[in-house]
């Protein structure tokens, strides 16, 4: 026969034995091997599902055996798709059967056909399977393929007349088109890759294999998740509508007990004798109770006052009104002579339960079981199915009867003055409730379910003396379980639910409600999930397919690939090793020169990378050493993470720094500020400068410009500062002079008066000698004539004791670390500073805390102390590592609230008066726990 298909693959010899079989035995082995294939699949992934999508993936072993022995053989698969999707009936093949089979058939033979057509126009040989771009054509064609026999398919439902009808249209198609293209995509490739030589032992088809297998492994173990999942969801759902319906039952049944409570209480009155009351009271009753038919008043009647009880009747109701009887026929005659008679006098409502007054329940027996088993309990009682007068071959309806005394009964066999009842048709009462609540499928985002009713539900009667009476069935005709063994021996096959029910008490009865799923549960209860998550695998089954045919026929042209980047490579080793040379030599000297200045300098090559750079700049910036340095982008970035402009621009600063260098444009940045709060507090003016030069085509200048800020700052803050700490005083003093120059005072008031002004210009003028030593030091620095060596320990223990201490508050605890060496300082200016860092542990602690002021050696060499460390800590309420940014600045206060008071000036008092000894003053400090403040004191000339 002619190889129309791929007569230039190099194929195996079982592929040319196919190519070389007659017409007929090549259309029996392509079916044969359709089949096969097509019942593996379906017995792994075969889901529960309505959709026709069975033996779908075996549409690449289709294509492949067209490609080999061309378009002769689809006869062959035209019959193997009829045959199966007939296997797949559920029952005797009718015509609508033997119909959808032909579509299906019809389906497949165009999409091979359209799929071996692309194949070859596409010329995807074995030997090209290694290119991704080939494995993308076969995926595109199978696209292809699969997407005209999916169309095909559904307009021949549409046009069909023995089709049934699509409610989802989406749903269908993706159910029909994803098999159709794995089956290409996937298998089509893997059955080329087997047949494309002899080699069967060659490492590379097993591993591909092996990858494949697994990822559909894979693939079968998310669906079987998935459909597990969906599994406990329906059977929960199940259980808890039947619950549910259960006790909705229960409840109507049990609001019927309360109904008929309320019409005892009211019988009790002369309603017994007022039709028209009784029927108002009735009415209003049934408001409240619609599952209630009727509502009646049944007085026990002796023989001897039967006559003025039918007196009663004909006044009320009309001259045909009596007691009857009702017979077997279904008949109503005159009551026959008895004891007592239990008949209705008032029923409401009266139109539809007219035929009812006056009827003798006690003459039918079960009727009189209730009514006995009422007088003998004094409780109420409930009637088995009865067949009710006013709906004579109708249905079937249940009384409830409760006793009515006109005292409490005591014991004995005492009889009532008659029963409250209430007429049930427990048939509309139990389908009622089912029709609100009864089991539903999964909704499709139109609120419509998406099938049929999939379970029936019963209400049978259980007490003994009913005999099992059917109360309730359901109309809902369930389909029966599915036969076929293609549908119950798959691996993800799900049983059909069984029956379960639940049972009811009500008055001294008990009833059954039973359910009953449908042998198609789980053809309609399904959702889209197990359908995703086998989307999903598939997808990667594709994508491992095509990762393991590209990387595993690609190694060979990659060690070609690599054997001639080598020697490229080694012929260039030597220029490379001479241009680093010089570049090192130029990096020395200009580091030389960057690192001698107080400012940031980074060069960047034509391809970003750095060039020359000093350790300023990347400190501006706080880019560590262990981070990224040498790229303009990871700087650029690094830049526009940490730090942002005081103005807000168009473009982040990222952005611009990259725009910039890739127009060759000069940008000015003002005032750039750190964007994160653990970044020191720190400004920064930066200049990019862009040129065409490749070896230097980008310089990054940084400037810290902190110092002429926290001036200005300071500036500001001295500004609010005088406006308030000193207006404050002075507006004081100003009142009190004004009070004692322009009204008279007595003599106590005016000495009052005085102190006021007298504190009020003592604490002024205190600031002021604070404020002038301070700008002194600032611009002499200290006083040589008045350093000498100092005691330390001993200037501290003296500070501490001189201290002048808040209301209430201990003196500090004073802890000697010997040896205490001698330094030389200025005793003022460092017991200045001890105080200051006192009174701020004082200030910032609450009553009841211990402050502790340590004086030791700075290293613990008895021969070798280097120093004295002060140290000052308390339990207070800490800083916060903003806070920490500014406590050196003058006239700043963490806490603007005035609830702790003081200048802002004690804190960098300290700090200048340490850095004018060379000393180090260093802080830790924990929100909440406290804070502990060190001078660290060197020996030797200041």
Not at 21 to 27: I, K, Q, S, Y
Not at 528 to 534: D, E, I, R, S, V
């Amino acid at each position: 026969m002619p190889h129309s298909g791929i007569s230039a693959l190099s194929v195996s010899k079982p592929a040319a034995w196919l190519m070389g079989l007659p017409l007929w035995a090549a259309n029996g082995v392509c079916a044969l091997s359709y089949l096969v294939v097509a019942v593996l699949m379906h017995l792994l992934f075969a889901l529960p599902h309505p959709l026709p999508v069975a033996g779908s993936a075996a549409a690449g072993v289709a294509v492949a055996v067209a490609l080999m022995c061309g378009r002769q053989v689809l006869p062959g698969l035209w019959l193997a798709r009829f045959a199966w999707d007939l296997c797949l009936n559920d029952g005797s093949p009718d015509h609508q059967a033997l119909w959808l089979a032909a579509l299906g058939a019809t389906a497949l033979v165009i999409q091979t056909e359209v799929a071996r057509l692309a194949v070859l126009v596409l010329q995807i040989l074995p030997s090209k399977l290694r290119r991704l771009r080939k494995s993308m054509q076969i995926a595109g064609a199978g696209l292809l393929g699969a997407g005209i026999g999916t169309g095909v398919y559904l307009l021949g439902l549409v046009f069909l007349p023995a089709a049934p009808s699509v409610s989802h249209w989406g749903l269908q198609a993706a159910a029909l088109l994803l098999p159709e293209w794995a089956g290409i995509a996937i298998v089509l490739p893997m059955t080329i890759l087997w047949l494309q030589d002899d080699s069967w032992r060659e490492a590379r088809k097993w591993r591909v294999t092996f990858l494949v297998g697994l990822a559909a492994g894979l693939t079968l173990a998310l669906t079987a998740r998935a459909l597990w999942t969906d599994e406990r969801l329906t059977l929960a759902r199940l259980q808890d509508s039947n619950t549910a319906l259960a006790q909705r039952i229960t409840t109507d049944l049990h609001s019927v007990e309360t109904s008929v409570g309320i019409l005892q209480s009211h019988l009790r009155t002369s309603l017994r004798t007022q039709p028209d009351d009784f029927a108002d009271m009735a009415a209003a009753i049934r408001a409240g109770a619609p599952h209630v038919q009727a509502l009646s008043w049944n007085p026990l009647v002796a023989d001897a006052s039967r006559a003025p009880f039918e007196a009663r009747l004909r006044k009320a109701y009309g001259t045909d009104a009596g007691l009857r009887d009702r017979t077997a026929e279904g008949t109503l005659v005159p009551s026959v002579q008895a004891a007592f008679y239990v008949a209705v006098e008032h029923i409401a409502p009266l139109e539809l339960n007219r035929p009812a007054l006056g009827l003798n329940i006690h003459a039918n027996p079960v009727r009189r079981d209730a009514i006995d088993q009422a007088i003998a309990t004094g409780r109420p009682a409930t009637t088995a199915r009865v067949q009710l007068a006013q709906e004579n071959g109708k249905s079937w309806g249940a009384l409830y009867l409760s006793p009515l005394y006109d005292a409490a009964p005591g014991a004995g066999t005492r009889l009532p003055v008659g029963f409250a009842v209430a007429v049930l048709r427990m048939e509309s009462l139990v389908g009622s409730v089912i029709a609100a609540l009864r089991f539903s499928q999964f909704r499709v985002p139109d609120g419509s379910a998406s099938g049929p009713e999939v379970v029936a539900y019963r209400f049978v009667d259980q007490t003994p003396s009913a005999n099992g009476q059917l109360l309730f069935e359901d109309s809902t005709v369930l389909a029966p379980p599915i036969r076929n063994p293609l549908h119950t021996w798959p691996l993800l096959a799900l049983p059909a639910p069984g029956p379960s029910a639940e049972v009811l008490s009500f008055s001294d009865r008990q009833y059954r409600f039973e359910a009953q799923p449908s042998g198609h549960f789980w053809r309609q209860q399904l959702s889209k999930t197990p359908f995703l998550a086998m989307a999903v695998g598939i997808f990667f089954t594709w994508v491992t397919l095509a990762a393991s045919l590209v990387l595993s026929g690609s190694t060979q042209l990659l060690t070609l690939a690599v054997e001639r980047r080598t020697r490229e490579l080694q012929a260039t080793d030597a220029a490379l090793q001479q241009t680093n040379l010089r570049l090192e030599q130029q990096s020395v000297q200009l580091r030389s020169v960057l690192e001698a200045t107080n400012q940031g300098y980074m060069g960047f090559d034509a391809d970003g990378l750095l060039v020359l750079g000093n350790d300023k700049g990347f400190e501006l910036i706080a880019l560590a050493a262990g981070e990224d340095r040498q790229s303009y982008v990871t700087v650029a970035r690094h830049i526009g993470r940490n730090f942002q402009l005081a103005q807000a621009q168009a473009l982040s600063v990222t952005q611009s720094m990259l725009s910039v260098r890739n127009h060759k444009q000069h940008h000015v940045y003002r005032d750039l500020v750190p964007a994160r709060p653990d970044l020191p507090a720190r400004y920064l003016d930066m200049r990019i400068h862009a040129f065409e030069d490749p070896q230097l085509s980008t310089i990054v200048l940084l400037h810290d410009t902190t110092p002429e800020v926290q001036l200005e700052r300071s500036k500001s803050q001295f500004m609010s500062f005088a406006a308030h700490e000193i207006r404050t005083p002075l507006t004081v003093i100003h009142g009190y002079a004004d009070l004692l120059a322009t009204r008279e005072q007595s003599a106590a008031m005016a000495k009052e008066m005085g102190q006021h002004i007298l504190r009020k210009s003592q604490g002024l003028n205190h600031l002021l000698q604070r404020m002038l030593d301070l700008s002194e030091m600032d611009l002499n620095g200290l006083d040589v004539k008045r350093t000498r060596n100092t005691d330390l320990g001993a200037l501290c223990a003296t500070a501490a004791r001189l201290l002048d201490l808040p209301e209430g508050r201990e003196p500090p605890v004073l802890v000697h670390h010997d040896p205490i060496p001698w330094c030389r300082v200025d005793p003022v200016a460092i017991t200045t500073a001890v105080n200051e860092l006192l009174h701020n542990a004082y200030a910032f602690s609450p009553q009841g805390t211990q402050v502790t002021l340590t004086v030791g050696p700075l290293s613990e060499d008895a021969e070798n102390p280097g120093g004295v460390r002060i140290r000052v800590q308390d339990h207070g309420q800490g800083m916060t590592h903003e806070v920490q940014q500014h406590i050196f600045e003058r006239f700043y206060r963490a806490d603007s609230s005035g609830k702790h008071p003081g200048f802002g000036l004690g804190l960098s008092t300290a700090k200048l008066i340490a850095d004018l000894h060379k000393a180090r003053l260093s802080i830790e400090s924990t929100p909440q726990s406290g804070t502990v403040v060190s001078i660290e004191i060197p020996q030797g000339d200041i």
